[in-house]
């Protein structure tokens, strides 16, 4: 560390990425790391996500690091998908295995990031007013963890309790004889609508776009499986690295449009009774085929109509306007079941939409509601919403956020033209959300983390994504998500869609994780194309 500093590197958030930001710089390159954390622990998503049911839809031996044998053969997670709680003690375990701890200042949001070009190095502002200066920032603020809250006009006249999904307080909150309204049928609402139908007195559904949902069948892990997959960890991290997302699944021989009826149903039928994001993996095709795409859409529409017994439910509930998948699929735990019991109701905000909130309860334009509680499963303002609360400015004092006004532009995700030195980690522009993120997450630590031991060791000040470099990449992936659905759904958050005002661009890199990677290697082999060194 030269003396004008304060910390060689300074990393921005402590969930999954920005601990293994740490371990990497700190450990194997040895440079001086601060983490700045907004929460008084680490987690990152899971640490604000702590609402009822939540639990990652990624199966939890896949869903952990696996840069450290050491801890993988110490951890032992107890079912197939691990819940919240479950993965906050994970990282708490890998923060203290690693002692990571003495590294993070808890409570400390960072406000603003400034370069000085003069001297190149980042002036780091927090929420307190301190400077601090460091010739690294690396981005770890996670793409899911600014809340969407939608400003619903009377919002603030409620008498009763409001709680949002993704800032869920740490104490219980009971639903107990509650008349409770849940807006959103994402993930989130999917998972936390059949906790609560449990204990509400009446849980009222305000539904804006149906939504398909396969069965997680979650399920206790056996000690068979745990020895098993603690013989073969390097198996499983092959298969992941395989695959286009990131997981274990068995990689899709067949298309859907050309595999005999009987057999695409056999296929269909099995993986729905395995359960699991997995169903996404049934045929190779189904996010570049149209005709593809709509038998596995009708075949989830089907199972809907077949679960919910009343007619009219069952018609606004597979209503579904979008091709399946084109959204981030949800898997529940009894969701569509939910709908049958006595306690349950599903209001069509698409058909009438919510007109306002008022002192007890929400009106929508032709009907009104009493609700002791309003939860909000309304999503977040993915992927550029915890960027752009910091005041970023790089050189000539340019502002990330004017750069971005049309959407991200990123050289891979990983850097912006004109802000030397800074790293984004599963950033706009990369595969990230559409992958099992701890993959997604190694891989980007991973190169960041060779980069700066490229830089360190040959005593270069600065490193920099070319102007033509950003923008071939941002043109590479606008390309790749025009060939395929995704954009076809006009509503999802990959697109911006459910912020308003937010520019409608793809977001995330769709060309898979397999091929990222390969492209990036190539990048760093070849000399860091695309990037300046001074
Ligand atoms: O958010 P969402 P989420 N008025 O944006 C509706 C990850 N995740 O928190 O579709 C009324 O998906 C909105 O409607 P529409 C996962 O990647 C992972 O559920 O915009 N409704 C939608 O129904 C996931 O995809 C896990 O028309 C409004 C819902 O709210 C991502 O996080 C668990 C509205 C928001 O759905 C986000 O999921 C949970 C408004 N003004 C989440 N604004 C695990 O792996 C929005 N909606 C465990």
């Known amino acids: 560390m030269t003396e004008r500093l304060d910390f060689d590197a300074i990393i921005i958030g402590a969930g999954f990425s920005g601990l293994y930001q740490l371990y990497?710089?700190?450990?194997?390159?040895?440079?001086?790391?601060?983490?700045?954390?907004?929460?008084d622990n680490v987690g990152g998503t899971w640490y604000w996500?702590?609402?009822?049911?939540?639990?990652?839809?990624?199966?939890?031996?896949?869903?952990?690091?696996?840069?450290s044998e050491k801890l993988l053969k110490k951890w032992e997670w107890s079912e197939r998908y691990p819940g919240q709680a479950e993965i906050l003690e994970y990282l708490n375990f890998v923060t203290d295995t690693l002692r990571l701890r003495n590294n993070i200042r808890f409570n400390s949001r960072i406000t603003k990031s400034e370069f000085l070009e003069s001297e190149k190095i980042w002036l780091v502002t927090d929420n307190s007013g301190k400077l601090y200066r460091s010739k690294y920032v690396i981005n770890a603020v996670g793409c899911l963890s600014t809340a969407?809250?939608?400003?619903?006009?009377?919002?603030?006249?409620?008498?009763?309790?409001?709680?949002?999904?993704g800032e869920w307080p740490h104490e219980e909150i009971s639903f107990s004889n509650k008349r409770v309204g849940v807006i959103g049928t994402g993930s989130s609402g999917i998972q936390a609508i059949p906790v609560i139908?449990?204990?509400?007195?009446?849980?009222?559904?305000?539904?804006?776009?149906?939504?398909?949902?396969?069965?997680?069948?979650?399920?206790?892990?056996?000690?068979?499986?745990?020895?098993?997959?603690?013989?073969?960890?390097?198996?499983?991290?092959?298969?992941?690295?395989?695959?286009?997302?990131?997981?274990a699944w068995p990689l899709p021989l067949k298309h859907a449009f050309d595999t005999p009826e009987q057999e695409r149903l056999e296929i269909m039928n099995d993986a729905w009774q395995n359960g699991g994001l997995g169903f996404r993996e049934c045929f190779d095709d189904i996010l570049t085929n149209t005709t593809s795409n709509k038998i596995m859409s009708e075949f989830l529409k089907d199972k809907i109509r077949s679960i919910v017994k009343n007619p009219e439910r069952a018609k606004a509930l597979s209503d579904i306007d979008h091709p399946f998948s084109t959204k981030r699929p949800p898997i529940d735990t009894n969701y569509f079941e939910t709908?049958?019991?006595?306690?349950?109701?599903?209001?069509?905000?698409?058909?009438?939409?919510?007109?306002?909130?008022?002192t007890k309860g929400l009106r929508t334009f032709s009907d009104e509601f009493e609700l002791d509680i309003i939860v909000f499963a309304t999503g977040f303002d993915a992927m550029t919403g915890s960027i752009l609360k910091i005041d970023i400015r790089g050189r000539d004092n340019s502002s990330i956020k004017n750069i971005w006004s049309a959407g991200p532009k990123t050289y891979l995700g990983l850097q912006v033209a004109g802000f030397p030195n800074m790293f984004f980690l599963t950033g706009p522009g990369s595969p990230s959300v559409l992958t099992n993120m701890p993959r997604a997450i190694e891989q980007h630590v991973d190169w960041v983390t060779d980069c700066i031991s490229h830089m360190e060791s040959n005593n270069l000040n600065s490193v920099e994504a070319t102007p033509e470099a950003v923008e071939n990449w941002?043109?590479?992936?606008?390309?790749?998500?025009?060939?395929?659905?995704?954009?076809?759904?006009?509503?999802?958050?990959?697109?911006?869609?459910?912020?308003p005002g937010k520019p409608r661009v793809f977001m995330p890199y769709t060309g898979g994780l397999n091929k990222y990677r390969d492209i990036c290697n190539k990048i760093a082999k070849d000399g860091y194309a695309g990037f300046l060194f001074s």
């Open 24 to 39: 990497k710089l700190r450990d194997e390159i040895g440079l001086s790391v601060q983490i700045f954390e907004a929460a």
């Open 49 to 67: 996500n702590r609402y009822p049911g939540a639990r990652c839809d990624s199966e939890s031996h896949t869903y952990c690091y696996y840069f």
């Open 148 to 165: 969407n809250k939608p400003d619903i006009p009377g919002i603030k006249k409620f008498n009763g309790k409001i709680y949002h999904t």
């Open 197 to 247: 139908s449990e204990t509400a007195r009446f849980l009222t559904v305000f539904q804006r776009t149906p939504n398909y949902s396969v069965p997680a069948r979650n399920q206790k892990l056996s000690t068979e499986f745990i020895n098993d997959f603690k013989n073969k960890t390097q198996d499983w991290l092959e298969k992941m690295l395989l695959s286009r997302g990131g997981h």
């Open 339 to 358: 709908f049958n019991k006595p306690n349950v109701s599903l209001v069509d905000i698409r058909k009438d939409p919510i007109k306002e909130i008022f």
């Open 474 to 499: 941002v043109d590479h992936v606008n390309d790749t998500a025009n060939n395929t659905l995704l954009p076809k759904a006009k509503h999802s958050w990959y697109l911006g869609a459910n912020v």
